[in-house]
């Protein structure tokens, strides 16, 4: 038996508890790992808090990360012993996830633990540091240097906002952050290496089809209007990397940014997104992230916290990176 959050739904309504879950219960998979520490994400909020349509099968294991220790494999990948991390590929939504002691998982899937890296730093990097090097990654591909301009980061106080915003400028960009307007915010991101920290409010609202151009690039985890007006905004021939929907899916814009300015939008996929590609950008991390800004980013909580951290979540009362001690 093992301890984990199992999500149910059946004629008594759907609900999120703890509970001991026997081993043979575990999905198919060629890996099983002991999870070490996994992470409470805006996806797994929505799935334990049910306001969102996540899990696609039940009952489920919630939780898209997780850092752990191989005990058994029948995968020539990994033997028992090694320090793996895992990072989407719809853990948490249709095969068991990281909240939970233990897990069976394909070995395909997951990666080498970087060795410059404890567990506890990976996960509190995880799924949202993952990401924002991704989009980094993305906007350097498509020919984005420091001195072509200002990087407008939004949703910045998030999980991928934090990191972007201390990778970007570690890399020697000029970053202006997008958050709300609570002042103990702005100097948490003013640390985190953000120039400028701009009310949200400026971004969240209908606006024009063009602005004044400012942005050479962006990342934006936001979506709907936000990403809108950051378009709208971006300077000639600017690169948009798009990797959120939390203000929503809608993307009520006009073509004029596209065919007017050249503005490129990049969308970024961490889920699905090819084992080389992720283990560049894990490589990256560990070359590029600052690790003494982990613990400004991160909180560490139980397993018997999560469902209340997963409602503060959808309340919008938490900031950066929320690591889940699973005691492994």
Known sequence: MFRGILIEKDD????????????????EGDVVVRNIFSSLNYKDALAITGKGPVVRRFPMVPGIDLVGIVETS?????????????????????????????????GEWLIPLPEEFTPLQAMSIG???????LCIMRLEQLGMTPEKGEV?????????????????????????????????KGLYLSNLGAKEVLPRSEFDSPGRPLGRER?????DVVGGHTLTNVCATMKYRGIVAACGLAGGMEFPATVAPFILR???????????????????????????????KLEQ???TITLDEVSAYAEKIMQGELRGRVVVDLGG
């Open 74 to 106: 029948e995968s020539p990948l990994y033997k028992a012993g090694d320090k793996v991390i895992l990072n989407g590929w719809g853990v948490g939504e249709t095969h068991w996830g990281g909240l939970a002691e233990k897990t069976r998982l394909k």
């Open 152 to 184: 407008v980061v939004t949703g910045a106080s998030g999980g991928v906002g934090s990191i972007a915003v201390s990778i970007l400028s570690s890399l020697g960009y000029e970053v202006v952050a997008v958050s709300g307007r609570d002042a103990e």
């Open 127 to 133: 799924t949202a540091g993952y990401t924002a090097m």
């Open 12 to 27: 008594s309504g759907y609900r999120a508890e703890i509970k001991d879950i026997p081993e043979e219960q575990l999905p």
């Open 297 to 299: 980013i991160k909180a």
């Open 262 to 292: 050249g503005v490129t939008l990049a969308g970024v996929d961490s889920v699905m997104c090819p084992r080389e590609e992720r283990i560049e950008a894990w490589q990256r991390l560990a070359r590029d992230l600052d690790k003494n």
């Open 215 to 219: 942005w050479a690039a962006a990342i």
